[in-house]
């Protein structure tokens, strides 16, 4: 149920779920919702953009999958790729690389036991560390491909995004546009409130764009944007204000 919550960008709610977890949490215990809780708390603090606590959490849920399963088990591969999805949002990029390197890299040929949305994942954060944009750029597009039959699915949104991250650094900032307002799109149609960490992303994507095509009304405008979703002390806001 919190998970649900932060998926809709309701923090507040989602934390009073949490906190009656907390009530019937044993540390000590090695069932399997002990990894899904150290999961769900990693989500809370990574929506907050507290990316230290996330990835504490989500280590501590890595820790206890592999008390519970073979590490080769397909159940493991979330927490992971939830650890490449903070690196990837906080920008650390050198322990995304050795995550992918180390963890995640080989689910992108792997086949057996593999859901197409956990290699979808793994093919989007793999891209972003790509040195070629060309081949980053047909990975997405195949990563989507996988994974599109639920158009409202936030890891097509993800996926637009990483891709319009991708065609920004190909200075084609017209189609980095247009593909920033395709994940927009999914996350107003999933998300009525919309004001998860993923829509910052997009929203300083799209200035960044609009900046390089001298449209400062446009970055105006998304700026405001962002400032009336997530206030003026949001930690991104000062990266419209340096454009």
């Known amino acids: 149920i919190a998970q649900i919550y932060i998926y809709n960008g309701d923090l507040q ?30 989500k809370y603090f990574l929506e907050k953009y507290e990316y230290e606590n996330a ?3 989500a280590e501590l849920a890595i820790m206890a999958d ?12 979330p927490s992971y790729l939830l650890l490449a999805e903070i690196y990837y949002r ?11 390197k180390e963890r995640i890299s080989y689910l992108v040929d792997y086949d057996k036991d593999t859901e197409n949305e956990v290699k979808a994942k793994a093919m989007i954060f793999s891209s972003v560390v790509s040195p070629d944009l060309n081949k ?5 597009e195949q990563a989507i491909r996988l994974i599109d039959a639920n158009e409202n699915n936030p890891d ?11 065609l920004y650094d190909q200075h084609r900032y017209a189609e980095a546009i247009l593909k920033y307002k395709m994940a927009m799109k999914i996350w107003r149609s999933i998300n009525t409130r ?15 764009a609009y900046h390089k095509q001298n449209d400062l009304q446009q970055v105006k405008e998304v700026y405001e944007e962002h400032r009336d979703l997530f206030g003026v002390n949001h ?5 419209f204000l340096a454009l």
Request: glycine share 2%; proline share 2%; aromatic share 12%.
């Open 13 to 42: 709610d989602s934390s009073k779920y949490i906190l009656q977890s907390e009530k019937y949490f044993d540390p000590d215990d090695l069932r399997y919702d002990k990894a899904l809780h150290y999961f769900a708390k990693s």
């Open 55 to 57: 990835i504490r959490y």
């Open 66 to 77: 592999k008390k519970m399963l073979d590490v080769t088990n397909a159940t493991i591969f």
């Open 90 to 100: 906080d920008h650390q990029i050198e322990n995304l690389r050795s995550l992918i």
């Open 136 to 140: 980053a750029q047909e990975q997405i």
């Open 156 to 166: 097509v949104a993800t996926a637009y995004t990483v891709l319009a991250s991708n």
């Open 194 to 208: 919309y004001c998860t960490d993923d829509i910052s992303i997009i929203l300083y994507g799209l200035a960044k």
């Open 235 to 239: 930690p991104r806001n000062h990266k």
